[in-house]
């Protein structure tokens, strides 16, 4: 792929190994010490003793880390006379193109070329854990427009630096957007995506292509590339005969891999067609996110007409990290990159709703359209579970929830419709009973974003059709939790695992509007 997946993005950093040597044997307000004190080989040997600890603590919280990428140290010094050479500053920076941050450890007071490399290069500087530079220095690159972190300690360090990958990668995502007759918010998909997503690249940097529903329909098709009837006599992308065995052949593996496949393999292959023709196109356009206008798409029975919905391509995306959100849902798909990328996992997303119960506390007073069973599941819940009961559904879950490179969850294959087409990923979430995890959602303006905390129950729709396969799970209030969710929308995506200290610290580097619940 022409873009690099998201999981695949590092965080390049350049520690920085900065020393103060004085050329001139004297004592006061800026030096202390006496006799081999105040010699240059002191100096230098207690800059070398500085560099083995920074190697040091390197190794221990950052090296062999897969979200960064650390390059050699650059060692550096300045005199008493606080001179910087253009010499100097060529070799802390003879790496900048690649460099995303530097990362200093200074011995004495070397505050200047910390100053110096901001101005030169615009990138973040973070100091490692010390005493009095551990403000001043902030303070010192903050007000004059730039970025300079001092977390408190190298835990801290380690995981402020993985916030700034996750702002990386939001940066080096391209999506790739199906599109009929708008690109901003969907007319009926998800109205509450974005107002406006050049504001959104604004904020995030993520760029977006975008691309004719019926174009890409088109290149559905297993027929001889240039006679597409929206661009004829044009090379297009359409599955070739060879590309076509390949498709039956994913097919028989996925069925061979699932507990139980309800559906012919002739309608898995129609399925299988719409999956190939994305990857395609994410290729030509080097895109590493996707997103389509289901029921829009729905609403032209082309979908009908081919016997396939886009679901079960969004969970083999997912699982691949490249992050696929459904009914052209952009700020989920901006959320969703967001969590995988600290997750390192798939990313789930769906309907998200607060289920409010009947005066007898058992019965849910609103019950999803396509129904599931929900109201089946809560009466084997307790009370104090159901006064917290949250539940998530949809039909696109991928099997790399647990990570990307961990064992694949149990699936079953399911159609989506009532005529046995559309494949599906169904898994019931009882399995992760007990599991924490974290959910969020960008507003439709893109200046706040909603993170949440919650525990697993079990699965719901994991034996049904239609967008009803998912997980009910417990927040700390559930009433909270609906009414700051009515100004951010309704997909929330999730991953496994606690996150949402990160998931905090990147909407405030951002400049968003944290809310939490």
């Not at 998201?6 to 920085?16: C, G, H, N, S, W």
């Not at 221990?60 to 300045?78: K, Q």
């Not at 300690?153 to 916030?163: A, C, P």
């Not at 898994?427 to 905390?453: C, N, W, Y």
């Amino acid at each position: 792929m022409g873009v690099k997946t998201t999981k695949d993005i590092k965080l390049v950093i350049q520690p920085v190994h900065s020393v103060m040597v004085h050329e001139y044997v004297f004592e006061g307000p800026c030096r202390f010490g006496s006799g081999d004190e105040l010699t240059v080989e002191f100096d230098r040997m207690n800059g070398a003793e500085g560099l083995k600890v920074f190697k040091k603590k390197i190794a221990e919280y950052l090296e062999g880390d897969e979200d960064f990428e650390i390059l050699p140290p650059v060692e550096c010094e300045i005199n008493e006379s606080f001179e910087i050479s253009d010499q100097l500053m060529a070799d802390i920076t003879v790496n900048d193109a690649k460099v995303d941050c530097y990362l200093f450890f200074s011995v004495q007071r070397t505050y200047p070329i910390m100053l110096k490399t901001a101005v030169m290069t615009g990138k973040p500087i973070v100091l490692q854990p010390k005493c009095c530079g551990s403000t001043m220095v902030p303070a010192m690159i903050r007000k004059r427009g730039y970025e300079c972190i001092s977390p408190l300690t190298w835990e801290d360090l380690s995981n402020m630096l993985k916030v700034y990958r996750v702002r990386k990668v939001l940066k080096k995502s391209r999506a790739l957007l199906l599109t009929r007759a708008y690109t901003n918010a969907a007319l009926v998909s998800a109205p509450d995506g974005f107002i406006n997503l050049d504001d959104a690249t604004k904020i995030f940097g993520t760029e977006f292509c975008y691309l004719d529903v019926h174009e890409f329909l088109d290149q559905t098709q297993p027929i001889p590339c240039t006679e597409n009837h929206t661009k004829p006599g044009i090379r297009g992308l359409n599955p070739t005969p060879e590309e076509m065995d390949e498709i039956s052949n994913q097919a028989d593996a996925l069925i061979a891999g699932a507990t139980e496949c309800t559906m012919s393999k002739e309608d898995l292959v129609h399925t299988l067609r719409f999956y190939k023709t994305t990857q395609k196109m994410l290729e030509h356009y080097e895109c590493n996110a996707f997103s389509a206008p289901c029921p829009e798409m729905c609403a032209t029975r082309r979908l009908n007409a081919n016997k396939f919905t886009p679901c079960l391509t969004h969970s083999l995306l997912n699982a691949q990290g490249v992050c696929s959100a459904c009914e052209y849902d952009v700020p989920g798909l901006i959320t969703q990159i967001i969590l995988s990328s600290f997750a390192h996992a798939g990313c789930y997303m769906g309907n998200t709703s607060v289920v409010p119960f009947e005066k007898d506390g058992i019965t849910p007073v609103i019950v999803a359209n396509p129904a599931n069973d929900i109201a089946e599941k809560v009466k084997e819940m307790d009370q104090e579970t159901r006064d917290h009961l949250v539940y998530m559904f949809h039909s696109s879950i991928n099997l790399q929830m647990h990570g990307y490179d961990a064992p694949q969850m149990e699936y079953a294959i399911h159609p989506y419709t009532g005529s046995r087409w559309g494949g599906t990923f169904r898994h019931d979430f009882k399995q992760e009973a007990g599991q924490v995890i974290t959910m969020a959602r960008i507003a439709p303006d893109g200046k706040s974003i909603l993170v949440a905390k919650g525990t697993v129950v079990c699965g719901v729709g994991e034996k049904l059709e239609g967008c009803t396969q998912g997980l009910a799970f417990t927040v700390k209030d559930n009433r909270d939790f609906y009414k700051k969710q009515q100004d951010f929308g309704n997909h929330c995506p999730v991953v496994f695992g606690d996150y949402f200290d990160q998931v905090v610290a990147l909407g405030e580097l951002l400049g968003l509007d944290v809310v939490t619940a």
